[in-house]
């Protein structure tokens, strides 16, 4: 089935993965400082994911730099590939994802597809993007059996984006649709004619993030899924078929209040009448799943906060608050290390790994 028809399709069922809460009540979050194993003395532009093995090395994208490297305890960075169109070479890599098999996947949105690397960060094979897609600059997702999840097109230019959750199986190309998802809310605005006067008013199209309502997925360990619903603050599970399996409220806050100061950052001045009065507690661009299938939210934290901070949802057993320095962001998970990106004070980009506590 083609992207805009599984869109289209679906549109009609928007509702249909909106279940009321299975009244599941949390138990009490335990805190955790997780310590600081290593910091990277190379410096980065502005990393988006990592893809973390078991020795404590990865391949990160850099996607301020474009440029791909591997990085290993203790050691500096070593670029991966070159500037280009071939085999092995990058042009947007915004992102590198887990692929089953010790490999990684990279997310290239220049060129139009994905590179397979294995796990000493070799070039091992590439695959276009899915034919209808709009570029795959949202986000991207990788499973153990092979699969790579992402959003479709989105059904309408403006307004509320109701777009299609979608699953690529790499080994026959067919593509399964799994649900509809609420993506960036767009607002049409005015704005001065470029040429004077004389000239056409113009009309633009502005993102009103993050404050708006919408959603976020990350894929699981085993060709399943998690769904944050932004508008009905609720966490859905699905299978293989895209079918609702459990679900549960967001953990508290599911709410913060919108500082003054950062309403008066929003730009054109005529988007502030769309923001409301508080926003979701939770980024939903940045969840991050564990290799066990632990899922990590990353908190909405005040601006002069001193920490940063995740609440963990295991598989098994009870919730979780990890605390990070401030301006940490979370790249991969695994086992007891953390990796994540921090900005110094003259901000500069590193990488540092941490490990929790058992």
Known sequence: MKVQQCVQALAGFIGVLVL??????????????PQLVWKSESMFSGVGSARLFGDGSMIIADAGAREVYWLKPGDTAQKLGRTGAGPGEYQGPESVQYFPNGSALIVDTRLRRFSVLDSLGAFKRSIPFPPGTSGLTGRVSGDRAGHIWFLGTPASPLGPQQVALL???????????????????????????????????????????????????ASLSQNDAVILRGASKQLQWIDSAGRVVRSRGLPQPIEVEIPDAALNRVRPATLRKLVPERQLGYDVDL?????????????????DTTRTQWIVLPSQGNERTVTLPSRARLLAVQGSLMVV???DDDDVELIAAYRLPK
């Open 20 to 33: 009321p809460s299975t009244g599941l009540v949390a138990q009490p979050s335990k805190t955790a400082s």
């Open 167 to 217: 699953r690529l199986d790499v080994a026959n190309g067919r593509i399964d649709s799994l649900g509809v998802v609420a993506g960036t809310l767009l607002a049409d605005v005015s704005a001065p004619p470029p040429g004077g006067l004389r000239s056409p008013q113009q009309r633009l199209s502005f993102m009103v993030v993050p404050y708006a309502s919408k959603d976020g997925f």
């Open 287 to 303: 969840l991050v799943s564990a290799q066990n299938g632990d899922l990590w939210l990353p908190r909405v934290m005040p601006r």
């Open 341 to 343: 990106a921090e900005r």
